[in-house]
């Protein structure tokens, strides 16, 4: 299995690893089961994502598909973070095997994940701006 460039360099360098004390907005996905557990803490000011954290529990591509999916939404307009996807996340990497697609899968769904919590922490119900948020582990049962 080979990894772009890209994808090594964000699986040694990851970028924006941690967690955010006072987070506006917590996601977390994945199970133990299929082995990747991803958790991101976003702050929001003005409707701009100001800082984005991860932790991830997981091979090599998840860690730099939680790594890129964050550079990808840092500073950005909520609107415009809910717009990534798993793809926009692989074309960034330049690419993923595809029995690893479902990391960038999860990447995407723990952004959304924490803007539907930002949501409901601010009493508002996420399902219209988010959408239905299934279980993102379900992309595991493909390979």
């Given at each position: 299995m080979l990894y772009s460039e890209k994808v090594m360099e964000h699986f040694s360098n990851p970028r924006n690893v941690g967690e955010i004390e006072d987070a506006d907005g917590i996601g977390e996905v994945g199970n133990?089961?299929?082995g990747d557990i991803m958790k991101m803490y976003i702050q929001v000011?003005?409707?701009l994502i100001t800082d984005v954290?991860?932790?991830t529990f997981g091979c090599g591509a998840a860690i730099a598909t939680s790594s890129m999916a964050t550079e990808l939404i840092k500073g950005k307009p909520i609107?415009?973070?809910l717009k990534l996807t798993n793809k926009a996340?692989?074309?960034a990497l330049d690419?993923?095997?595809p029995v690893k697609v479902h990391?960038?899968?999860l990447a995407e769904q723990a952004i959304k994940t924490a803007?539907?919590?930002y949501y409901t922490r601010q009493g508002i119900d996420p399902t219209p701006i988010v959408g239905d948020i299934s279980d993102a582990c379900d992309a595991c049962h493909l390979h």
């Open positions: 133990a089961q299929c000011k003005d409707g954290k991860f932790k609107e415009d973070a996340v692989i074309e690419g993923l095997p990391c960038s899968v803007i539907a919590d």
